[in-house]
């Protein structure tokens, strides 16, 4: 079997941010009633090698869809009563995200993520981080 070739071409992607003081809920069902939600079947034409008819998709679907959401402001909010919760139970924990962020801007989201996992190199990375603040905190074993 010859070797795949290879292309790469820059996709413009915008990503919009709304502050609104309305609830996260309202101002998403307001956007939704506007904007289509992206064809979920593109995905599993992607999925399946089908480039070509998931861009033929696209370009007869709208202009603009809604990819993704994300209420981020439920998120920290879990968060923060996650950490609340370990911090009364006496659980140490850890961020990772300036580790992470940094090794993004340093060596690019490709070098650290596979889709939405973690390449080899960004658990690494993780792990590495993990383990100095086990040694940090001394709550690993004596050898």
Known sequence: MPDPVVTRQPVKNEHVKIESTKAFVEVRAALESLVPQLDARIFVLLQYGESDRARKE?????ELSIFNSRDHGGLLQITGLVLACA?????????????????????GLRAIYRDAHPSPVGTEIAARRIADELKNRHLLPSP
């Not at 696209?58 to 709208?62: D, H, T, V």
């Open 87 to 107: 911090e009364q139970a006496g659980l140490a924990t850890l961020d990772l995200f300036e580790t992470i962020d940094g090794a993004v801007r340093s060596r």
């Open 58 to 62: 696209l370009e007869r679907g709208p």
